[in-house]
């Protein structure tokens, strides 16, 4: 006769109460009939009797004193909930909290080399506004002025920021015409600032700007207003606001309304300004030799002629060169601040339909999108193989250590 | 040696059951609560004892286990049974404490591991070494379904597997189990139990 064997996992089942009244039926009333079958059974009940033998000593008495002393405490403390789940919380908080000031330390660590450039862009050497021009009679003293002039301020700058005159001494290199004087001289930053503000009214914005550039001895270098109907008022305005001022002028500019964009930046002259005084100090001196051999020696009529227009060639180039640089002076002394100021749209009930405002929703919604893919690959490359390379070094001793550890684990 | 099942005659005496005792305790009976203690101490004891070679380990973790449940009590419901919920604090617990141990082993060197099973009887030793050698997650159905006597259903919900998952494992583990303990013995299948007598 042939019998069909129970599946032996089935038999398992059964034999711990686990299948359902019918199944259980078929396969008893198999085991019955079947040696085979009845052989399984019997092993996996030997198997629980023999593990059945693995017994435990007696838990001591201690545990239950310590539990019991728990449990009358737990009764007592009426703000335990609160207390407890604060205390298993407490752990995850402060997890949670350190690995958000690592990511912010992670972040920040690149700043402090842009903030020490910004710090050197936004706090140039703060000239006088009232520098006296050259004197044009006796160009050396002239020339000797300019050179204290900038000697001076650099001292401090020098005692305050010796990084910053470290690094104003190699960017200034001295030149031979200008001589020793100049080894080390405070950069000359021409900063320009751009502002974009968006204020209620115009009219009111341009009364408080004209005040404030008053109050800061500044003026305006070009204003533009436009009052096109059907269009927001604009006011785009250059202003010129005395360097040491300009903190402070900013501050009152941000106070006209919504800044919705600001820029500033700073050109350094200081080596453009030291190459023109050297020239024209070249050229002055050029113009006083020739001067000198025009009043002591005498000849044709042609050579004083042809002196004389080399005099005026010199003394052209020295007009010139005097009005660069009082131009970059000015530059300097007077930082240039480009305002906009936008009105608010206003809509005069003629609000974008629905349709339209969710298509701009859409082609905004799409820009998003597009920024946000085109950013995450610049990011990738910028960053991708500097992150390849810490994965490696950070990866390799990380998996070992987590080999070790899940070998652990599973040893319990 | 302790018997860790449960006392029938224990649990005869005060005559409710352990969610009864437990819905009790949360009202505030403390009597209730030394009634589940009394039910659930020696089997949780075995529970960790079997599960690690450090007793005063065991010991520690199942007053753990205990002053967890007090004071989990407020947010406890009886959605399932109560000895499943014992046994799922249980299970946290030791896997809390395998993390550790597992850290500790990784970062600080292997510990020094008590000599504990080679003063203990035979069969601890013998059942140690053969249920150690186990698939861990078999071992742990095969310990909750011998030791803990726990269904296949209670044993599923406690791992989070699907129960036809741990009706197979728990095979996998009785077979493999076999296999060891009848070591050096060929390979045994499970069919080949009832030719050698099914001698475990």
Known sequence: MTTTHVAPEEVMAWVDGELAESEARTVEAHVEECAECAGVAAGFRRMSEDLAEWMVPEIPARVEAAVMKAAAGAKEHAHGRFRRTWGTRRRWIVGLAGAMALVLALVAIPFPAHKSRGMYMVAPMQRQPSMAPLDQRSPASGVAGLMDRQIAPSATVERKRSDSAAMVASLVAPSPAIGAASAVAAPMIARTVSLAVRVKEVGAARTTLEAMLARHHGYTAQMTASAAEGAPHELQASLRIPAGDLEAALKDLRTLGRVENETQSGEEVTQQHQDLAARLKNSRETEARMQAILEQRTGRLSDVLEVEQEIARVRGEIESMEAEQAGLEHRVDFATVDVSVMEEAKFDGVADSAAARMRDGLVTGFTNARETVVGMVVFGEEYGPAILVWAVVLGLPGIWLWRRYRRGLRAG | ?200
């Open chain 2, 1 to 200: 040696m302790a018997d860790d099942g449960r006392d029938g005659d224990e649990r005869a005496a005060d005559g409710r059951g352990d969610e009864e005792l437990m819905l009790a305790f949360c009202r505030g009976s403390q009597q209730a609560f030394a009634e589940l203690f009394k039910r659930y101490r020696q089997p949780l004891f075995g529970f960790f004892r079997r599960r690690l070679a450090d007793a005063a380990r065991a010991e520690e973790l199942t007053q753990d286990t205990f002053v967890a449940v007090l004071r989990g009590a407020a947010r406890w419901e009886p959605t399932a049974l109560f000895r499943t919920y014992l046994y799922a604090i249980g299970l946290k617990i030791l896997n809390a404490e395998r993390r550790k141990a597992a850290f500790r082993a990784t970062f600080l060197g292997p510990s020094e591991r008590e000599p504990a099973a080679r003063s203990s009887l035979d069969a601890e030793v013998v059942m140690r070494d053969a249920v150690g050698r186990l698939e861990p997650m078999d071992r742990e159905v095969l310990l909750l379904r011998e030791f803990e006597q726990l269904s296949y259903a209670e044993i599923a919900e406690l791992l989070r597997l699907p129960v036809n998952t741990v009706r197979s494992r728990l095979f996998r583990a009785r077979t493999a189990l076999h296999a060891v303990l009848t070591a050096p013995a060929p390979k045994t299948t499970a069919a080949g139990m009832t030719e050698s007598e099914g001698r475990v």
